[in-house]
């Protein structure tokens, strides 16, 4: 008992010890916000009267080495490319087909390279795109207008040119009288104009060619090598009738490669 009183003791007088030798008696621990100035330089030997820190410009490293115009001019391209291929990539249904019918027609009036899959080769037409409906675009190539359904494109190129760059909003100079027609009955003034209704809704094939009844019309479509030449005579609701000759012949929408109009018939439509 008489040892351990001892080393109790001994072991009590080495711990006061160690307090006065690392100044426990004067300072506990505090958090540094809590420690004023005075006791902060008495213990690690500085104060609080740090130099002011000067304000320096900051200037950000150009993103390009483009000149601004030209890179914004590229920007803008590279983001319709982007909202185009996404459309193109999405699942097919009736939105995503409005989608993409809103991102062609931004190349209206731009030259373009379209290739199909034309009996079980690949045909390919370079033309205008003059517009692009909810299931097929339209173009000028010579002296014809071509209308080629969505599912038939295989690829779509835009061919950079000056002519026509500059794309312009839809209506934005129609006449006094027909801005006051939408205004003050929509409706009836739509519906009856399928340029109208293509920019506002959309507009499929079949509704497109109603328009075009007694007109001359090339139909080229599977199985058909010759293709069908004469006179539309009906746009039904899955097929359409041509008059050649004597007789008249049928072509499916779902079967049909592309469709060749005259240019002054598309001029009456639109």
Known sequence: MRNLDHLSRSFQACICEAKGNIGFSKFHFRRPECVSAVEAEERFGCGCNCPEQLPQPRFSSPTSSLPPERFARIRECIDEANELLLALGAERDQNNQRALQLSLRRLR??????????????????????????????????????????N?????????????????QDLIQIDHCLRQKLVLDFGKNVTQSPYLL?????????????????????????G????????????GERSLEVQVGNEKKGAFYDLIYFVLLKKSDLRNII
């Open 224 to 235: 058909d090598e010759e293709g069908i030449k004469g006179i539309l005579t009906k746009a």
């Open 152 to 168: 038939r494109i295989i690829f779509l190129k835009h061919v950079y040119d000056t002519e026509g760059l500059e794309s312009e």
């Open 198 to 222: 293509n920019v506002f809704y959309g507009i499929s094939l079949r509704l497109f060619l109603e328009s075009f009844v007694g007109s001359h019309i090339f139909i080229k479509s599977e």
């Open 109 to 150: 009036k731009q030259r373009v390279s379209v290739k199909i899959d034309s009996n079980e080769q690949d045909e390919k037409f370079f033309g205008r795109l003059l517009d692009a409906g909810d299931d097929f675009i339209i173009m000028q190539v010579k002296d014809s207008i071509l209308l080629i359904p969505f």
